[in-house]
């Protein structure tokens, strides 16, 4: 079994969210880039995992960005994984990522095909979706437990207010949250092992954006906090109600 | 232009949000001049149909069809597409849900539609068509401008409230030729949890972090929750200790939520759960060190330990319901 998984780039969670040149861009000077922890912590580690127990035979990573993207996927090496491919293409837009990899994957003869629920970044939780469709494989979103026997995949996966168990059958792309697995360190073995593993730059296949980001917003900023005693709970009951009309 | 929505149904009506999102199908066709037409999938009485009229929709295609009492991906995403080329829509809606999160990416990857995802206002349409949406979990919003002829947007819950009018729309049966494959996926086991406020959905939410020091202390949260008619979250460090499920987890790794109010009780208020949560309307926190950042991105604050002044806020709901 061949098992791809998806990562991307993304500003450190910490990371102060500003904008520049009118605000049409994000300002990525002072941001530490790291793989999006729902890439790293769950999607990778599960196909480390099944690699680990004999389920997988290679565990390949792709993600879509220029060179400056490189130092992520080698952190992503250094937790395992075979080979790792870069595709040569900047976008923010979900279609045109998807359709990156969707001419890249589609003759691999993936299996399954892991990604995050969404980059913390746009939040989209998009393109797993649409990998599926343009490869016209099955599709399990957020999932929290994966298991593969054989040619057949148990996934749990959230649904409203609950977990629902599914049965399929391979192949399959599935977007991975918390549940799937645990964070891992990266050891210095890894670290030196994955100087040399191959990082193969794949040229856009020239998909094209469907949309793109005009510009951004900041939140509007809160005109301070208004303070409350332990004894003024009915006053605090009578502002929510009154003021901020949210009760 | 017509719209097309995904109305959203369980335990025999429509959610909120389903409501929601059909008055927000029938703005985007307002302003593009065309009808708005709700998807409907699976059993549901004829009434609760018709119901989605008064919300905005001039026409309701039900697919009437047992296989679709489940979810499946695909047969929903297969359904919307057909509603979407038999009536020449452009712009395809869904929630910024599980659902809508997965059947909105097939139905874009079929149609070629670019997609805006999490949006949280109406399209402007001054300089092509863009959709405002949060991105950086709350920490900043992109006007994102599709270029595609079809469109996809998932629309972020509570984003509008729902009114009511008179109109009524056309029931139709709409009949979609599903093949096996779009039942692949076997259902062999659901966990609800049931009773509970879902919490996407929530338009009051009460979060507990690691202030309340122990699970054993949630009483207090739940009893608050249930006199407000709120849903529960909670921080990271709480989901990450077991002491409450992960689905309730808010923040930049959790869930991003935008209820009319957050009540946050022993938050401290790292800037990765402030991430998940900063949009909520009114902010209230309640912890016992005055520094807590939260203070900062909050609208009422109240400094105290949690276990003396949460019984008191509920104590107060109370008599303000009682008095109502």
Known sequence: ?247 | MSVIVLAEHSGGSFKKKALELVQYGQKIAAQQGGDTIAVVLGDIAEGELQQLGAYGATKVLHVADARVNDFSARAYAKALVAAAQQSSAKVIVTSHDVIGRSVAPLVAAQLKAGVAAGAVAMPENGNGFAVKTTVFSGKGFANIAISSDVKVITLMANTFQPQKGESSAVVEKLSVSFDDKDFGIKVKDVKKVTGAVPLTEAELVVSGGRGMKGPENWGVLEELAGTLGAALACSRPVADSHWRPHHEHVGQTGGTIRPNLYVAVGISGAIQHLAGVNTSKTIVVINKDPEAPFFKAADYGVVGDALEIVPKLTEAVKKFKAAQ
């Open chain 1, 1 to 247: 079994m061949k098992i791809l998984v998806c990562i991307c780039q993304v500003p450190d969670t910490t990371a102060k969210i500003q904008f520049t040149d009118n605000n049409t861009k994000f300002n990525t000077q002072g941001v530490t880039m790291i793989i999006n922890p729902y890439d790293e912590w769950y999607a990778l580690v599960r196909a480390l995992e099944l690699k680990e127990a004999g389920t997988a035979s290679a565990v390949h990573l792709v993600t879509v960005g220029r060179a400056d993207a490189e130092p992520v996927i080698r952190k992503a090496l250094a937790l395992g994984g075979d080979e790792a491919f870069r595709i040569d293409a900047d976008s923010n837009d979900t279609y045109e990522i998807a359709a990156e990899i969707a001419a890249f994957a589609k003759d691999q003869n993936y299996d399954l095909i892991l990604c995050g629920k969404e980059s913390i970044d746009y939040n989209n939780g998009m393109v797993p979706g649409l990998l599926a469709g343009m490869l016209d494989m099955a599709y399990i979103g957020f999932a929290t437990r994966i298991e593969v026997s054989g040619s057949t995949a148990t996934v749990s996966r959230e649904i409203e207010g609950g977990e629902e168990v599914d049965e399929t059958s391979l192949p399959l792309v599935i977007s991975c949250q918390k549940g799937v697995a645990e964070q891992r360190i990266p050891n210095m073995r890894g670290i030196m092992a994955a100087r040399t593993k191959p990082l193969k730059v794949i040229p856009s296949s020239g998909a094209g954006a469907l949309a793109t980001v005009s510009s951004y917003e900041m939140p509007p900023a809160k005109t301070g906090v208004k303070m409350f005693t332990a004894d003024q709970m009915d006053e605090l009951v009578a502002a929510l109600h009154n003021e901020a009309k949210a009760i």
